[in-house]
C-alpha cells in the first residue's frame, strides 16, 4: 500500500517553502500527500513586503472532518506553518479526525528564525505552539524556535555544548517526542542537527556554508518525513535530510546566485531518491 501523508502548511505562492517544498519533495519520495492549506500568500514573509495573507483558519476542521465521513485517512501528519494562534488547537483537533491508529504526527514550529518571529505573530505564539508539539511524536525546532518555546534566551552561533544541551533537556521536559534541533553548529566548518530518540543524543552534521535561505527548514522537514515513511530510521532519516539540504544548499550558492530567496532543490531531487534507495 503507497503511504499517505497529510501535510499542514501554508501555500507561499512564490517562494519554495512549506506546501510548495512539501509536496515535490514527499511526492518524489513515492508518498500520497494530500494537503490542508492553512493560509495562502502572495510570497512567504521572508525578505519580501506588502505580501497578502488569506486566512483559512476556517477551513481547517471542515476538510478533516469531510475525509473523516468519507473515510479518508493518513498513515502519518506533518505540519508547519500555521495562519493563526487559534489554528494550533484546531489542527490538533483534526490531527485527531484523519490519523490512522499509529499514525505519527511530526510537527515543524514554522514560526521564527534568527532570533525572531515571523511577520505578523503574535508574541506569545510559540506558547500556543508549545502544545502542538507536547502532541507530537517528532519535532524539528531551529535553536530560535526551541529557545522561545522554552523561554530562554537565544544565541548566536556558534553554539556552546552547554547551551544546546540546555535547549535539549527543556525540550525533553516538555515534550516526550524524539526531537531533532536543526541549524546546530559549534565551529564555522559543519552545521546539522542534534537528534534524540530514547534518550540517545547524536550530533548529525555536514558542511557549513556561510549563505542563509529561506525555506530550508521546510526542505529538511520534507526530506526527512519522506525517508522516515519510506521506512528509514530516524537517525538514518535526519542523516539524509542533512545532507540532501545541504547539497542543495551548496548548488543554490555556487550556481545560482540570483536564487535570494529559497534553495534551488529542483535538480538534487535525484540525489535524495538515491539515498532513499528509489533509484
Ligand atoms: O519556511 C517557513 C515559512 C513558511 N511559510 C511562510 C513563511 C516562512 C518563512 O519565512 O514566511 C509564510
Same mark, same amino acid.
Given at each position: 500500500?503507497?503511504?499517505?501523508?497529510?501535510?499542514?502548511?501554508?501555500?507561499?505562492?512564490?517562494?519554495?517553502?512549506?506546501?510548495?517544498?512539501?509536496?515535490?519533495?514527499?511526492?518524489?519520495?513515492?508518498?500520497?500527500?494530500?494537503?490542508?492549506?492553512?493560509?495562502?500568500?502572495?510570497?512567504?514573509?521572508?525578505?519580501?513586503?506588502?505580501?497578502?495573507?488569506?486566512?483559512?483558519?476556517?477551513?481547517?476542521?471542515?476538510?478533516?472532518?469531510?475525509?473523516?465521513?468519507?473515510?479518508?485517512?493518513?498513515?502519518?501528519?506533518?505540519?508547519?506553518?500555521?495562519?493563526?494562534? /487559534?489554528?494550533?488547537?484546531?489542527?490538533?483537533?483534526?490531527?485527531?479526525?484523519?490519523?490512522?491508529?499509529?499514525?505519527?504526527?511530526?510537527?515543524?514550529?514554522?514560526?521564527?528564525?534568527?532570533?525572531?518571529?515571523?511577520?505578523?505573530?503574535?508574541?506569545?505564539?510559540?506558547?500556543?505552539?508549545?502544545?502542538?508539539?507536547?502532541?507530537?511524536?517528532?519535532?524539528?525546532?531551529?535553536?530560535?524556535?526551541?529557545?522561545?518555546?522554552?523561554?530562554?534566551?537565544?544565541?548566536?552561533?556558534?553554539?556552546?555544548?552547554?547551551?544546546?544541551?540546555?535547549?535539549?533537556?527543556?525540550?525533553?521536559?516538555?515534550?516526550?517526542?524524539?526531537?531533532?534541533?536543526?541549524?546546530?553548529?559549534?565551529?564555522?566548518?559543519?552545521?546539522?542537527?542534534?537528534?534524540?530518540?530514547?534518550?540517545?543524543?547524536?550530533?548529525?552534521?555536514? /558542511?557549513?556554508?556561510?549563505?542563509?535561505?529561506?525555506?530550508?527548514?521546510?526542505?529538511?522537514?520534507?526530506?526527512?518525513?519522506?525517508?522516515?515513511?519510506?521506512?528509514?530510521?530516524?537517525?538514518?532519516?535526519?542523516?539524509?535530510?542533512?545532507?540532501?539540504?545541504?547539497?542543495?544548499?551548496?548548488?543554490?550558492?555556487?550556481?545560482?546566485?540570483?536564487?535570494?530567496?529559497?534553495?534551488?532543490?529542483?535538480?538534487?531531487?535525484?540525489?535524495?531518491?538515491?539515498?532513499?534507495?528509489?533509484?
Amino acid at each position: 500500500m503507497q503511504k499517505r501523508v497529510a501535510a499542514i502548511h501554508d501555500i507561499s505562492c512564490f517562494g519554495k517553502c512549506s506546501l510548495t517544498v512539501a509536496l515535490p519533495v514527499l511526492s518524489a519520495a513515492g508518498i500520497e500527500t494530500p494537503i490542508i492549506p492553512t493560509a495562502v500568500l502572495s510570497t512567504h514573509t521572508g525578505g519580501f513586503s506588502g505580501y497578502t495573507f488569506r486566512d483559512l483558519t476556517d477551513d481547517i476542521l471542515p476538510v478533516a472532518e469531510h475525509w473523516q465521513k468519507s473515510d479518508i485517512a493518513v498513515d502519518a501528519v506533518y505540519t508547519g506553518y500555521l495562519g493563526s494562534k /487559534e489554528q494550533v488547537g484546531i489542527v490538533m483537533q483534526a490531527v485527531d479526525k484523519i490519523r490512522k491508529p499509529g499514525g505519527f504526527l511530526l510537527v515543524d514550529p514554522a514560526m521564527a528564525d534568527h532570533g525572531k518571529l515571523y511577520g505578523g505573530f503574535p508574541a506569545d505564539f510559540p506558547l500556543e505552539m508549545k502544545k502542538l508539539c507536547e502532541m507530537a511524536d517528532i519535532i524539528t525546532p531551529n535553536i530560535t524556535e526551541a529557545a522561545m518555546m522554552l523561554g530562554l534566551p537565544y544565541c548566536e552561533g556558534s553554539y556552546t555544548k552547554d547551551y544546546i544541551n540546555e535547549l535539549m533537556d527543556g525540550l525533553t521536559e516538555m515534550t516526550s517526542a524524539d526531537i531533532v534541533l536543526t541549524g546546530v553548529y559549534y565551529d564555522d566548518k559543519t552545521l546539522g542537527a542534534v537528534c534524540q530518540k530514547d534518550g540517545v543524543r547524536t550530533f548529525v552534521a555536514s /558542511e557549513r556554508i556561510n549563505a542563509f535561505y529561506h525555506g530550508t527548514g521546510d526542505l529538511f522537514a520534507s526530506s526527512l518525513t519522506g525517508a522516515l515513511m519510506n521506512g528509514k530510521t530516524l537517525i538514518e532519516s535526519v542523516e539524509i535530510a542533512v545532507d540532501f539540504t545541504c547539497v542543495c544548499i551548496r548548488r543554490t550558492f555556487d550556481m545560482h546566485p540570483e536564487m535570494t530567496y529559497a534553495v534551488a532543490f529542483e535538480d538534487e531531487i535525484p540525489y535524495y531518491l538515491k539515498k532513499l534507495g528509489r533509484c
